[in-house]
Nanobody, 126 residues
Framework: QVQLVESGGGLVQTGGSLRLSCAAS?????????MAWFRQAPGKEREFVAA????????RHADSVKGRFTIARDNPKNTVYLQMNSLTQDDTAVYHC??????????????????WGQGAQVTVAS
């Protein structure tokens, strides 16, 4: 079993920045997993944000966050990050970290991922 724990959420003003962290444990060799961030706003479906190949470091970002958000990983720490800059109110959501035993390219479908964190609330105020 893989355990994922997110941290770093909070309240920020429009135009501000936050960095989310996802600490992974258990589950054996994380290099075999594809890691992703999804988000879910109230009344909306879960939305793909970004993904990274843990082994190669290859990344992909949704068009809605491209140029503002960056996914990265720290292999020795078994941690994945989501750096979020130029935040807008549309970015307000619960952000979830996910891990999938799947191959590149990453799926934007949440059911393709096997493990999920509990989520971190990000609120962007005007």
């Amino acid at each position: 079993q893989v355990q994922l724990v997110e941290s770093g959420g909070g309240l920020v003003q429009t135009g501000g920045s936050l960095r989310l962290s996802c600490a992974a444990s258990g589950g054996g060799r994380f290099s075999t997993y594809l890691m992703a961030w999804f988000r879910q706003a109230p009344g909306k479906e879960r939305e793909f944000v970004a993904a990274i190949d843990w082994n190669k470091g290859t990344t992909r970002h949704a068009d809605s966050v491209k140029g503002r958000f960056t996914i990265a990983r720290d292999n020795p720490k078994n941690t994945v990050y989501l750096q979020m800059n130029s935040l807008t109110q549309d970015d307000t959501a619960v952000y979830h970290c996910a891990a999938g035993r799947t191959t590149w390219p990453p799926s934007s479908i949440s059911s393709m991922y096997d493990y999920w964190g509990q989520g971190a609330q990000v609120t962007v105020a005007s």
